[in-house]
T-cell receptor, first 114, second 114 residues
Framework: AQSVAQPEDQVNVAEGNPLTVKCTYS??????LFWYVQYPNRGLQFLLK??????LVKGSYGFEAEFNKSQTSFHLKKPSALVSDSALYFC????????????FGTGTQLKVEL | DVKVTQSSRYLVKRTGEKVFLECVQD?????MFWYRQDPGLGLRLIYF???????EKGDIPEGYSVSREKKERFSLILESASTNQTSMYLC?????????????FGSGTQLSVL
């Protein structure tokens, strides 16, 4: 079965510093990978996706993610964190069985402090 | 602007009650999904639908059923609510196709079963 793992429940970073939120995946075949963000009291919002092509994917709000096939990772990154980036981040993988069914990770709470 | 609307933001129900959670999307999406979100467990898929009157079980369908009589509306039904169904419920929708992987989420319904 397809799965993703987010090894960190929480990540703390100072504003202006680079941030990384980690995700590793386990799939058979080529993976379709996603990042979503959830701000307090809101539903999830799409950030970016990797289907094929360049290993560095750019998304919304200045975020990017690096696909690494040898390490089976898809880490979310941003060069300079903002306090407003504080939110819950989910990595997800598309189900191989078709359709747009996604399997989500357990989430990583990002806290950006002044 | 695209919109997925969940009928209630907060619900409090008693054990044994039949509970209906409603979700409406205005984007003419074929696919609709119901997830539940629990701390430390991330999002888990309950049911999904690829077309009107069509439904498929997700990863945790026990104790739930769904209805999709119209393309824009997808209802989640708790036949006899139990305390372990206290959770945040998120509805999502999307178009079909590899290039249309983006899920649009509603703001969620926080259900408490007492």
């Amino acid at each position: 079965a397809q799965s993703v793992a987010q090894p960190e429940d929480q990540v703390n970073v100072a504003e202006g510093n680079p941030l990384t939120v980690k995700c590793t995946y386990s799939v058979s075949g080529n993976p379709y990978l996603f990042w979503y963000v959830q701000y307090p009291n809101r539903g999830l919002q799409f950030l970016l996706k990797y289907i094929t092509g360049d290993n560095l994917v750019k998304g919304s709000y200045g975020f990017e993610a690096e696909f690494n096939k040898s390490q089976t990772s898809f880490h979310l990154k941003k060069p300079s964190a903002l306090v407003s980036d504080s939110a819950l981040y989910f990595c997800a993988v598309r189900d191989k069985g078709g359709g747009n069914k996604l399997t989500f990770g357990t989430g990583t709470q990002l806290k950006v402090e002044l | 602007d695209v919109k997925v609307t969940q009928s209630s933001r907060y619900l409090v129900k008693r054990t044994g009650e039949k509970v209906f959670l409603e979700c409406v999307q205005d984007m003419d999406h074929e696919n609709m999904f119901w997830y539940r979100q629990d701390p430390g467990l991330g999002l888990r898929l309950i049911y999904f639908s690829y077309d009107v009157k069509m439904k498929e079980k997700g990863d945790i369908p026990e104790g739930y059923s769904v209805s999709r009589e119209k393309k824009e509306r997808f209802s989640l039904i708790l036949e006899s609510a139990s305390t372990n169904q206290t959770s945040m419920y998120l509805c999502a929708s999307s178009f079909t196709g590899v290039l249309n992987e983006k899920l649009f989420f509603g703001s969620g319904t926080q259900l408490s079963v007492l």
